[in-house]
């Protein structure tokens, strides 16, 4: 009896540490949402001019130069729209610089044993981006950076044409990115988060996230994307419809806005030496803890040093749900990397 009522007891025990765990796994989302709303706000309040700015700059550069009063005046009168495109010839002739004078990617070696294993490196290096024309892709960024001062590229994996994984690079509209407002190092190197915005189609988003649109029920699917003038829906609508907050997020296309939400932060681990290897190890700091306390009833202690490194970590958000999150596939980085033109 005493036996059957231990293992009652542990299953209670495991059924409650289940439902702890998916308490902190929803208060961790949670959390991520508000976090993204605040950062969200934030970054759209310090970029709405630039953002403002960067369309009639794509304009402009398309030949695309006349108000619409002063259009409207034309044909009034009857008069030829007639535009001289002076700044496209000029940007071209920029962009065609860069083209002209791209660099390549090169390991170079610290000590003379590693030339050969540098070798390997920049060979390995030149065909990653030989397979996914890396330098079409940033010179399209750098043709953005001319035009708008921003340039974006993404590096990441696709499994759709390598199952095993090929590594791609890819110009980014800047229009869908969002940047921490602090940063002020070149190509925003100091930035605690990045944020893009970007609709899916269903299809795709039925592919990427399997039985997940069920869950977001009609505010899934939105309109018109930030590039158009439309606002973003995280939660409220209302929060980011001025005057509009009755605004249905849904038109007949059907398109999902996903968030893609980066950011940096800190973790806590500690380096010791392991007394079996000698070599010096790496704990979490819940594990070096239970170490200690293990370690504590026998009377021995651990020479640690407590140390603290820069994580990224990566969500996904749509209508207010994650979507998923955990760490950036890219060890403590972005996966968006930016071109910045002069600072203003």
Known sequence: MRERDAIVD??????????DAAAGLDA?????????????????AHQGDWREQAREDYAFVAGDQWSAEDRERLVEQLRPVITFNRVAPIVDSVAGTEVNNRQEV?????????????????GAAEWVRDQCDAEDEESDAFWDTLVCGMGWT??????????????LIERV??????WDPAARKRNLDDARYVIRVRLIDEADFEQMW?????????DGATGADDAGGGGIHIVDPATWYEGDGARAPID?????RVIEYQWREHETFWRLVDPATRRIAELSDDSYRALERRLGTHGLRLDAVRQRRRVVRRAFVCAGTVLEHGPSPVPGAFTYQAITGKRD
């Open 10 to 19: 542990d299953s209670t025990d495991r059924a409650v540490a289940t439902g």
């Open 28 to 44: 961790a989302a949670a959390d991520i949402v508000d976090k993204l709303d605040d950062r969200l706000r934030e970054a759209r």
């Open 106 to 122: 090169r390991y170079v070696p610290r000590q003379a044993g590693d030339v050969g294993v540098n070798e390997l490196l920049t």
């Open 154 to 167: 993404e590096t990441r994996l696709d499994y759709e044409q390598d199952p095993d994984g090929k590594i």
């Open 173 to 178: 509209d800047p229009l869908e990115m969002y």
């Open 210 to 218: 399997p039985g997940r649109a069920e869950l977001l029920g009609p």
């Open 252 to 256: 007949a296309a059907g398109k999902y």
